[in-house]
């Protein structure tokens, strides 16, 4: 659905800012995408830790702690989002239209 009057109000700003529809598509998934890799980045920096010092390799505990609560911080936030996103997926399933 478009809404013809807004539609001249809005191309000075596609061109403003570079951002056209085919261009802003992806824009949800490749960041999402990114999200979920910096996770995993976070959780594999937090087990190489771990494991250095389990074997005893010149590293700081903090280190590891630091590691271990970003890792931890990142995938409370992941599942939030998750959760925010099932949450507004079940209200849109509960619609009547």
Do not use: C
């Not at 925010?84 to 209200?91: D, M």
């Amino acid at each position: 659905m478009t809404i013809e009057a807004m539609q001249p109000l809005l191309q000075p700003l596609a061109t403003q800012t570079g951002k056209t529809e085919a261009n802003s598509k992806g824009d949800f998934k490749s960041a999402l995408m990114n999200a979920l890799q910096s996770v995993n980045q976070d959780q594999l920096a937090s087990s190489e830790a771990t494991q250095a010092l389990v074997k005893q390799e010149p590293i700081d505990v903090h280190d590891v702690m630091i590691a271990a609560s970003k890792a931890s911080v990142s995938m409370q936030a992941a599942l939030e989002v998750r959760n925010k996103a099932v949450e507004a997926y079940q209200e849109m399933m509960r619609m009547q239209i």
